[in-house]
């Protein structure tokens, strides 16, 4: 069935879309997602790892009870430094806090802290979220960059597809993956 190469070209774009979509949801920017049960409600978070452009970073959860505080516990990664307290503010069932903002490449880890008198909650439970600061990326930097790693890795699984079945244009698909990759 491979010897087709309608087939191979089919399977080459499954493939790639696919490893698109996996990386896309389980990369290292992608949001920590997680649910929590506090006093029989469901807590569902989505914590950012990744933050660009300008302004501070927005932090936000959802939880109705309002017997609870929430704090967002902060440092800079990797630094021997103290843990920063911030009170997130309550927006109806919103709880909300902005991380400050830090220079492109630059790194916070943080988590959130809900507490009721002695009783404290700590999202996610066993350890902080990283959150990196890109800066600003203008459209025509970001739309090539993407649009050509894109076609990279698509040319790569069809290079390696005809491999399989010792097909013609090996080395033509392998030097579109190299300039595509380059270029990217």
Same mark, same amino acid.
């Given at each position: 069935m491979l010897q087709k190469k309608w087939v191979r070209w089919c399977l080459? *774009?499954? *493939?790639?879309?696919t490893a698109v979509v996996y990386q896309r !949801?389980?990369?290292? +920017?992608?949001? =920590?997602r997680g649910t929590v049960e506090i006093e029989? #409600? +469901? %807590?569902?978070?989505k914590l950012i790892r990744s933050h660009g452009g300008?302004?501070?970073? %927005? %932090?936000t959860i959802n939880f109705s009870n309002t017997s609870y505080i929430g704090y967002l516990i902060y440092k800079r990664y990797k630094a021997q #430094? #103290?843990?920063? @307290? *911030? #009170? !997130? @503010?309550?927006?109806? +069932?919103?709880?909300? %806090?902005? =991380?400050p903002h830090q220079p492109p490449a630059g790194k916070l880890e943080y988590y959130i802290l809900l507490q009721k008198?002695? @009783?404290? *909650?700590s999202i996610p439970s066993h350890e902080s979220v990283v959150i990196r600061f890109k800066g600003g990326v203008p459209g025509t930097v970001l739309i090539p960059h993407i649009l050509f790693m894109f076609i990279a890795m698509f040319m790569s699984t069809v290079a390696g597809l005809e491999a399989l079945v010792k097909g013609e244009k090996i080395?033509?698909? +392998? =030097?579109i993956t190299t300039i595509t990759l380059i270029l990217g």
């Open positions: 080459a *774009i499954l *493939i790639t879309l !949801m389980s990369g290292p +920017t992608y949001p =920590l029989g #409600e +469901t %807590v569902k978070h300008e302004g501070n970073a %927005v %932090v #430094e #103290e843990w920063q @307290k *911030i #009170e !997130m @503010k309550r927006d109806g +069932t919103q709880l909300a %806090v902005s =991380l008198e002695e @009783k404290k *909650i080395y033509l698909y +392998t =030097l």
